[in-house]
């Protein structure tokens, strides 16, 4: 059964600071991952997805990395700003044959101006 | 730029009674999921659905759950009696083909709140 863990719980920093969120998952026989934003009492923006044969992707400040033998991906935020505060979670696009992500808990991020 | 929309955005019931929770996915996106997110815990899958049929579900969608495409446009989960334990934010999503490029879409949620 595919677990997804994401390390830390809750980050904070200052604000310019280059950050890395991390998830891990159980089983690499992955066909995606997608990495998502969800602000308090809100729904879940999709911020980046990597197919299971590539190895990163990008999007302005975001670069997303997948290691699928290892089962872990990192989500770098360079340059954080207050707005960036959210909590981001990680999914893994199962291999099964309906889609369905499996989430991890997530990672609150708290950027201090 | 398409979108999925769910209605209603919060829906209070008290314990027992049957609800219903509408989605409406991107048009020509052909899966569709319900996913729900107690406070504080991870999203959790409950459904997927595809060419009018359940293609896989959790141990969570008992037989108090089901779900419905009732007109080729709308989404339906339903729940026949619900439980204080079904508080949660019930999220919709929809995917366009089942291929490693193609993202999950998310509605923004309605939020259930049993009494």
């Known amino acids: 059964k595919q677990e997804v863990t994401q390390i830390p719980a809750a980050l904070s920093v200052p604000e310019g600071e280059n950050l890395v969120l991390n998830c891990s998952f159980t089983d690499s026989a992955i066909y995606n991952l997608q990495w998502f934003r969800q602000d308090p009492g809100k729904g879940l923006t999709s911020l980046l997805l990597?197919?299971?044969?590539?190895r990163e992707q990008t999007s302005g400040r975001l670069n997303a990395s997948l290691d699928k033998s290892s089962g872990r991906s990192t989500l770098y935020i360079a340059a954080s700003q207050p707005g960036d505060s959210a909590t981001y979670l990680c999914a893994v696009g199962s291999s099964s044959n309906t889609g369905k992500l499996i989430f991890g808990q997530g990672t609150t991020l708290q950027v201090k101006p | 730029e398409p979108e999925v929309t769910q209605t209603p955005s919060h829906q209070v019931t008290q314990m027992g009674q049957e609800v219903i929770l509408r989605c409406v996915p991107i048009?020509?996106?052909?899966?569709f999921y319900w996913y729900r997110q107690i406070l504080g815990q991870k999203v959790e899958f409950l459904v997927s659905f595809y060419n009018n049929e359940i293609s896989e579900k959790s141990e969570i969608f008992d037989d108090q759950f089901s779900v419905e495409r009732p007109d080729g446009s709308n989404f339906t989960l339903k729940i026949r009696s619900t439980k204080l334990e079904d508080s949660a934010m019930y999220f919709c999503?929809?995917?366009?083909?089942?291929?490693?490029?193609?993202?999950?879409?998310f509605g923004p949620g309605t939020r259930l709140t049993v009494l």
């Open positions: 048009s020509n996106h052909l899966y």
């Open positions: 999503a929809s995917f366009k083909e089942l291929s490693s490029y193609n993202e999950q879409f």
């Open positions: 990597i197919q299971s044969s590539q």
